[in-house]
């Protein structure tokens, strides 16, 4: 069997790169949103699925309700594949999360945040790993830090370190992952992440872990490429 993991589709905060961490937001697809979803339509078993789990977020249960159709299986909602906690920073522009992580660790937590963006990874890769305790194929809607990591993951050089910032995800693309692979899969990223730990102690920032092409950062939740860094109108979530 097989867990298949995406992230949502495009929101207006999305589009507007304004970060959102708090599920009770009651932020929905746009109308670019609902149209994304033909891509998941076009690469998902959708006939033989039998698992469908999404986020607490709105926005992640509506993409899961709009692919499986109806009649369609019960979704099971499951927090740990929330988008991470930005505490003070929720609801603004991602570039100020990104400059306060850039200066701190990254197993410190933002103020008024209840996890730092290494626990957050943590729970939400516990979460894929727990989609087998149900009956699969399985998919899985969550956030773009969470499919990021993934797919960082697939693509890394050997003994490559887990960075700070991560490539963007893109919408609705699911990554597809098989039963026998997943524990190992999520094994590695944990043991990645308590590595990331040792060396945020042993540093005075998060430096460290900045990518050498400094790409932009996957918790931004929108994708989209060949935007970057450095463009101040960033259209999120």
Do not use: C
Not at 115 to 136: F, K, N, W
Not at 170 to 190: H, N, Q, R, S
Not at 194 to 213: M, P, S, V, Y
């Amino acid at each position: 069997m097989t867990t298949h993991v995406l992230r949502h589709g495009p929101t207006d905060y999305s589009r507007r790169y304004l970060v959102n961490g708090d599920p009770a937001r009651p932020i929905h697809l746009n109308e670019d949103g609902r149209q994304a979803l033909t891509r998941g339509w076009s690469s998902l078993p959708l006939h033989s699925v039998r698992t469908w789990m999404a986020s607490e977020f709105p926005r992640a249960q509506q993409t899961a309700n709009l692919l499986m159709g109806v009649p369609g299986p019960e979704l099971i909602i499951d927090p740990r594949l929330n988008e991470l906690d930005y505490g003070d920073f929720e609801g603004g522009p991602f570039l100020d999360y990104a400059a306060w992580l850039d200066e701190h660790r990254a197993d410190e937590r933002p103020p008024a945040s209840a996890e730092s963006q290494i626990e957050g990874i943590r729970r939400m890769l516990t979460g894929v790993l727990a989609a087998l305790d149900h009956p699969g194929p399985r998919v899985l809607v969550a956030h773009g830090l969470l499919v990021s990591v993934l797919l960082w993951h697939r693509a890394r050089t050997p003994d490559q370190a887990m960075p700070l910032f991560f490539p963007e995800a893109p919408y609705v693309e699911p990554i597809a992952i098989p039963d026998e692979e997943l524990p190992e899969f999520i094994g590695t990223l944990m043991n990645d992440l308590e590595g990331a730990e040792r060396r945020a102690a042993d540093t005075n920032g998060g430096r460290i872990f900045r990518n050498g092409n400094d790409s932009a950062v996957a918790t931004v939740d929108s994708a989209s490429p060949s935007h970057s860094q450095d463009q101040k109108d960033l259209p999120h979530a």
